[in-house]
């Protein structure tokens, strides 16, 4: 794009659209197949992460600008299938640290379909009970009323 003379603002502007676009389709993929809610899924989709990550740190800023912070939800979510320990982690570590921009609903349902096909570990017992949780407000937790699934 650059050779064509593209504006650096359209290119990072399209960027961002692709990576929003991208976001939205894996991450709701996650919610959607169970297949996709695994430990070893998790790790594909955290190495794939991780290459366009890299590419993006390779390009110049001028052109691909913030389009990296559109990939959030999906980054979050490959996080919290691949860490370890999960039914140790509390409600607040999970919401407040590891998955602040993930709504309750979202992390129950990524929780409730998650299973480890590589360590042949327990699903998580612990952590959909954490989400039961009836007062939220006590919790400090006010974005469980964000939406289900992300518009692509």
């Given amino acids: 794009m650059r050779a ?3 504006p650096p603002f359209l290119v990072c502007k399209l960027f961002a659209q692709i990576f929003s676009f991208i976001n939205a389709q894996l991450f709701n993929s996650l919610l959607l197949r169970r297949e996709c809610c695994s430990f070893s899924n998790g790790e594909y989709l955290k190495a794939g992460l991780a290459e366009l ?3 993006c740190h390779d390009a110049t800023e001028e052109f691909v600008g913030l389009a990296w912070d559109e990939m959030k939800h999906i980054r979050q979510a490959v996080g919290f299938l691949v860490i370890h320990q999960k039914p140790k982690k509390t409600l607040k570590e999970i919401t407040n640290d590891l998955c ?3 709504s309750i609903q ?3 349902r990524i929780s ?3 299973w480890d096909n590589k360590y042949g570990n327990c699903c998580l017992d ?3 009970c954490y989400f039961k ?8 937790l006010k974005q469980c009323y964000q939406q289900f ?3 692509g």
């Fill in 4 to 6: 064509n003379h593209v």
């Fill in 53 to 55: 990550e890299q590419w």
């Fill in 100 to 102: 602040p921009v993930l």
């Fill in 106 to 108: 979202q992390l129950y």
């Fill in 112 to 114: 409730t379909m998650y």
């Fill in 126 to 128: 612990m952590v959909p």
């Fill in 133 to 140: 949780y009836e007062n939220y407000d006590d919790l400090g």
């Fill in 149 to 151: 699934f992300l518009i």
